[in-house]
């Protein structure tokens, strides 16, 4: 469940930054599940669900990284995709941390 649930929102996280014409002007870019459920209101439920973060960085020699400063409407974009199209998430946060102190990819 998981896996797909990373796959998906992965999926459309590249496939919206392509189509924004970002895709090729950052580092690397990737979703990550974090395995805590937050609680939600999907429609007039209460929901238990994955968050989900995003992760995009811009980088000279992947030693260091800054975080990529992609606009607010492809952001919003993205997480109205992802909370509304993936079963399982229902919040979506973007890591703004550089490298050093966070590395780029989640373990």
Do not use: C
Not at 2 to 18: G, H, P, Q, T, V
Not at 38 to 56: E, F, N, P, Q
Not at 91 to 96: H, K, S, T
């Amino acid at each position: 469940e998981r896996l797909n649930i990373i796959k998906e929102a992965d999926e459309i996280f590249i496939s919206e930054l392509k189509l924004s014409g970002l895709y090729n002007k950052v580092g690397q870019s990737l979703a990550a599940l974090i395995p805590v459920k937050t609680v939600g209101v999907m429609g007039d439920m209460r929901t238990y669900s994955y968050i989900i973060a995003l992760r995009s960085i811009n980088t000279e020699d992947f030693m260091t990284a800054d975080w990529s400063k992609i606009p607010n409407n492809v952001l919003e974009k993205v997480s109205s995709r992802i909370v509304n199209e993936v079963r399982g998430v229902n919040r979506v946060v973007y890591d703004i941390t550089q490298k050093p102190p966070a590395t780029i990819e989640y373990e």
